[in-house]
């Protein structure tokens, strides 16, 4: 519960502003954080969502030309997803909101309990074997 509200809440910077929903901006904020390219199956792991929606969400940006597919020369059948310039700005202008926004939900907490929490979060991350590499992601089946 406390995940979906703290989602929601930063969720009005990029709706409201950008015409972003939640999916499109896990797609965009997980290929802004890698920098890299990486497949549609990666961000459906690394963020929990379900295939069928990250596919939705990666069709609407490419209509509106903040990602592109690379395709792999050796299997036309595969390809990664990676940022456009357009894309990279828009994450760019973005973060310093998001991050003054999630500063502002956890100023309840002290400097000591904000850095035990992140630790704690770490510790149960590294407990549930979260994917951490794209290569990790697109070994997995079923994402």
Request: charged fraction near 30%; proline fraction near 1%; charge should be positive.
């Amino acid at each position: 519960r406390l995940a979906a509200e703290v989602s929601s809440a930063l969720s009005v910077e990029y709706q409201q502003r950008y015409g972003l929903d939640i999916p499109e901006w896990r797609v965009l904020a997980t290929l802004g954080f890698r920098n890299d390219a990486c497949s549609a199956q990666y961000i459906s792991h690394c963020t929990r969502t379900h295939k069928s929606t990250i596919s939705r969400a990666v069709t609407a940006l490419m209509a509106r030309q903040l990602i592109e597919r690379i395709e792999n020369t050796h299997d036309r059948r595969e390809f990664k997803l990676r940022l456009t310039r357009k894309g990279a700005a828009l994450y760019q202008k973005l973060i310093p909101r998001l991050l003054r926004r999630e500063q502002e939900i956890l100023s309840c907490l002290s400097a000591q309990e904000r850095k035990d929490f992140a630790h704690v979060l770490g510790k149960i991350e590294k407990s549930l074997g979260l994917v951490q590499t794209s290569g990790e992601a697109d070994a997995k089946q079923g994402y």
